[in-house]
């Protein structure tokens, strides 16, 4: 089997971008996900046509910063952990995930980061508290992609 040529959802995705970021609210789950700069330009050049050493290269080029082929695998087991890409990565034949450990180094600022946060449904973001007037505060989740 040759190398996936990962592709990014298209379908129920909402994109902001920000300064440094890429803001993607997923209307399928209402998450929303806060890419990081290398994050982003691996989702944005993750468009089916590319394999992942295409995508590094030109993550890299769009980033004007050097972005290898580990990163790129972190970034998109990110996206795909997160249900952001269009069909799954394959596995490697011990089941494990291509990811690989990222060494500290300088380039770790450039370590992809994905953050979703679950946001609440539009009926629970209209609903307001008979006693009080105002919403009350919705319990909401934060959950990392790089863990220490």
């Given at each position: 089997m040759g190398e996936p040529n990962p592709k990014v959802r298209q379908d129920d995705l909402l994109l902001e971008s920000l300064p440094a970021e890429l803001l993607v609210y997923d209307q399928r789950v209402h998450q929303a996900h806060c890419l990081?700069?290398?994050?982003?330009?691996?989702?944005?050049?993750?468009?089916?046509?590319?394999?992942?050493?295409?995508?590094?290269?030109?993550a890299s080029d769009e980033l004007q910063a050097p972005v290898d082929e580990d990163v790129a695998w972190a970034a998109l087991e990110e996206l795909d952990k997160h249900g952001l890409l269009d069909t799954p990565l394959p596995l490697?034949?011990?089941?494990?995930?291509?990811?690989?450990?990222?060494?500290?180094?300088?380039?770790?600022?450039?370590?992809?980061?994905?953050?979703?946060?679950?946001?609440?449904?539009?009926?629970y973001a209209q609903s307001v508290s008979p006693t009080t007037g105002v919403n009350p505060p919705p319990a909401s989740t934060v959950s990392t992609a790089i863990e220490p």
């Open positions: 990081n700069a290398s994050a982003a330009a691996v989702f944005r050049c993750a468009d089916g046509t590319r394999t992942v050493a295409e995508i590094a290269h030109a490697t034949p011990d089941g494990a995930g291509r990811r690989r450990v990222l060494a500290v180094s300088a380039a770790a600022v450039l370590a992809p980061l994905v953050i979703a946060i679950a946001a609440p449904t539009p009926a």
